[in-house]
């Protein structure tokens, strides 16, 4: 029986989709040099750069996974998708967003001149500063252990833990992020105790996962909230549909738009080297690649994801050239043949 891939459109030979990610892993290995691993968090500094994988998981057909798709990171940033899912099933979109907004900020993930020169909230929930303020609303509510039950399920990894190394590490250096959670409570964004809402935070970025758990969330994520093999569901639809579209326009950060125009999969990154994607309706994908760009996202798994995206049809917006390679592109002189009556 020939193993197919379904993705996109077309359903594609297995085999083939294989050959296309290990063409794609040997291209994105070359930008590992051109990054670094974070160290600002100085456990993550041990990091080896050298290391990359992915795991691709199709709502029907078979996972492609390859390379270090099973090493254990930390989850980081992407912590912030988990903390918004059960945030917006807790409260809903309306009690959600009079905490935070939902548009892209332009500035790096730990900034906090935004926040305090032009708007009395956060930007949005998948910056520090956003998810500092969901924190402060979901200690009210769940506990630490409520979350990492949450994360495994939703994960599908019974292995997913806090990595106390890291996690120590980052709040011995953390005076970034505590001086942004101070200033959520001077504006009372944070009404609650600003410690706890800072090492839940910070409890959450520590969580261990592997590429492949993220690729089994994000499947779900693709799948509207359902477990395409269980029928359960995980999330409602809304949660699900505005947790993507945030991804789309901020998931990157100040990278977000490049990001959107090169790939074209709502994504997640964190520090740790991982990525969380979800091609919509197709698949799950989960990356890990330690070296990072100066945006903090992984360098080659940026680029392992753009050389897939049109290739397996994962791009929300799929480029027909690459099934034409002798069409003919427009250039200025066609314009007039096409749009006769342009305006002066
Ligand atoms: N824990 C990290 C921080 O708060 C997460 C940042 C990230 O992954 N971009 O700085």
């Keep these: 029986m020939t193993k197919t891939l379904h993705v996109g459109y077309e359903m594609m030979d297995h085999e083939e989709a294989i050959r296309i990610v290990e063409d794609a892993i040997v291209v994105a290995r070359e930008e590992i040099p051109k990054g670094a691993v974070a160290d600002y968090i100085p456990e993550l500094g041990k990091a080896d750069p050298d290391q990359l994988g992915i795991c691709i998981y199709p709502l029907s057909g078979e996972k492609i996974c390859l390379g270090d798709y099973q090493t254990r990171f930390t989850i980081q940033s992407i912590s912030k998708i988990i903390s918004l899912c059960v945030a917006l099933e807790l409260f809903g979109p309306e009690k959600l967003f009079e905490k935070v907004e939902a548009e892209p900020s332009g500035e790096a993930f730990n900034s906090l001149v935004e926040l305090d020169l032009n708007s009395n909230k956060p930007y949005n929930p998948l910056i520090n500063s956003g998810a500092l ?79 492949e758990a993220l690729a ?71 990356v890990f690649g330690p070296s990072l760009d100066s945006k903090g996202n992984s360098i080659a798994g940026c680029r392992l994801l753009k050389e897939i995206a049109n290739k397996l049809r994962l791009t929300l917006f799929f480029d027909t050239d690459l099934l034409h390679a002798s069409r003919k592109k427009y250039s200025l002189n066609d314009f007039p043949k096409h749009i006769p009556n342009l305006p002066r």
């Design 216 to 286: 089994n969330f994000a499947n779900r994520l693709a799948n509207d909230g359902v477990g395409n093999l269980s029928g359960k569901r995980y999330l409602s639809s809304e949660t699900v549909r505005i947790v993507k579209t945030l991804m789309l326009t901020c998931g990157m950060y100040d990278g977000s738009g490049t990001y959107a125009v090169e790939v074209g999969i709502p994504t997640k990154s964190g520090v740790g080297g991982g990525l969380l994607a979800v091609s919509d309706k197709r698949a799950g994908i989960g």
């Design 133 to 211: 303020a969901v924190a402060g609303m979901l200690i009210e509510e769940v506990s630490f252990h409520d979350m990492l039950r949450f994360a495994r399920e939703l994960c599908d990894d019974d292995q997913i833990v806090m990595n106390k190394d890291v996690y120590n590490s980052e709040m011995a250096t953390c005076s970034r992020n505590r001086a942004i959670a101070y200033l959520l409570e001077s504006k009372e964004i944070i009404q609650t105790d600003v410690e706890d809402a800072l090492q839940f935070y910070t409890k959450l970025c520590s969580l261990d996962v592997t590429a």
